[in-house]
């Protein structure tokens, strides 16, 4: 399916309704934005990985960790949380 969409002055992009319900896409819905061969591609943020983003912010934040070192973090503690 291919569509044409007009960037507004706020650089915000609408997305054609029936490609959204193909997609199982709503409101509120993350992506990710990537730039790949000179083209957007879109992606669906998988929700653990949001849990996840807010544990490497914290942790990093308190223990005065790289962003790196804090995902590293981060992952062994999900790993712990979910065995």
Do not use: Y
């Not at 929700?47 to 804090?70: N, P, R, W």
């Amino acid at each position: 399916m291919t569509s044409i969409v007009t960037i507004t002055s706020k650089n915000q992009v609408t997305l054609p309704a029936k490609l959204t319900r193909l997609l199982g896409l709503s409101t509120g819905i993350r992506l990710f934005v990537k730039l790949e061969d000179n083209s957007l591609k879109l992606e669906k943020v998988p929700s653990g990985f949001i849990d996840l983003q807010g544990i490497v912010q914290k942790t990093a934040k308190s223990k005065h960790l790289t962003v790196e070192q804090a995902k590293i973090k981060a992952m062994r503690v999900e790993a712990a949380r979910l065995m």
